[in-house]
């Protein structure tokens, strides 16, 4: 699925925290021109599939997702072949994101997905991305929704939630 080299050049915690499995079936595992190749397996445990795949869009591409309404489709499922293309992913999975940023040593995807956060707040989703900023910890984020709030005072006194 992901080319160890790469991988353990651009995130070289993800690896170093796996567990190893050995060695894959070669059967299942036929390059271009029908050679066999043997692939070393790992499990990340600890970090979803959906969050893993981000993970991996940035080490190949440097692919920053955008961040969109909770109720917006699934991204799809076409692996990385689209490393180069925003992907639109939830706030509940921007914060994992950002989450695994921290874990995994990835401070310049942090600051660019906190940045992404912030240009994608409304009124609509400031309360969640400040509560959720507050809980995890997320440096910057808590900051930048408070500016949010003054700036638009007005607006959030006159809502009635």
Request: with cysteine.
């Amino acid at each position: 699925f992901a080319n160890a080299a790469i991988v353990e050049a651009r995130l070289p915690a993800l690896l170093s925290s796996a567990e190893p499995l050995g060695e894959a079936d070669p059967a299942l595992l036929v390059d271009d021109h029908g050679r066999r190749s043997a692939v070393r397996q790992v499990r990340v445990c600890g970090l979803a599939r959906q969050t893993l795949v981000l993970l991996l869009r940035w080490v190949y591409g440097e692919a920053v997702p955008t961040v969109g309404a909770e109720d917006e489709p699934e991204p799809s499922r076409n692996r990385l072949a689209s490393a180069s293309t925003s992907q639109v992913v939830s706030v509940t999975v921007a914060f994992d994101l950002l989450e695994a940023c921290g874990a995994y040593e990835q401070e310049r995807l942090s600051a660019l997905l906190r940045e992404t956060m912030l240009e994608a707040l409304d009124m609509n989703s400031f309360a969640a991305v400040l509560r959720e900023s507050h809980v995890r910890q997320i440096p910057g984020l808590k900051q930048g929704c408070m500016r949010f709030a003054l700036h638009n005072f007005d607006k959030l006194v006159e809502r009635p939630e």
